[in-house]
């Protein structure tokens, strides 16, 4: 497998994360505990945006915590995205965000029983890589910035 430049896997990496479904979302407790879960992913304004209940520990974790790890589902191609998280009550998140992540996703929370919440991730460092020849140069975003830009 050839060797991708930084632009490539940038432009790679933000294909994926505009176009895939999923994605696991790991958080930790005050104590280091780790939780790990798979939700609908959407991809909205360089931001990654699930939806869970209120009352679940990675809603309770973002919140305590305010940051997590999000990763896509590929094992052979792998992205790995780390930052700082931002919890909502669905009910008093921005609309226009509500919205496009039920365009994105193809499905409502709103719709569903129990209290949902909004997580926004938005990026500090994001890791891709297909090979081992990709592993050396694998951070293609550092501090919240594309490292080609």
């Known amino acids: 497998m050839a060797t991708r430049s930084t632009a490539e896997r940038i432009r790679d990496v933000q294909g994926r994360l505009e176009g895939e479904a999923n994605v696991w979302i790991a958080t930790a407790s005050a104590d280091g505990v780790p939780h790990l879960v798979p939700l609908s992913l959407a991809w909205i304004g360089e ?67 129990g209290s949902w919440s909004l997580l926004t991730l938005t990026p500090r460092r994001i890791q891709a890589w297909n090979s081992p020849a990709e592993i050396a140069g694998r951070t293609i975003m550092r501090a919240g910035s594309w490292l080609d830009e």
């Open 47 to 113: 931001c990654v945006i699930v939806a869970t209940p209120i009352d679940t520990l990675t809603a309770r974790h973002a919140l305590e915590r305010g940051h997590a790890r999000a990763a896509l589902e590929s094992t052979s191609d792998v992205v790995v995205v780390d930052g700082h998280v931002e919890i909502a009550a669905l009910e008093d998140a921005d609309e226009a965000v509500v919205n496009a992540f039920v365009d994105r996703v193809g499905w409502d929370p709103r719709d569903e029983r």
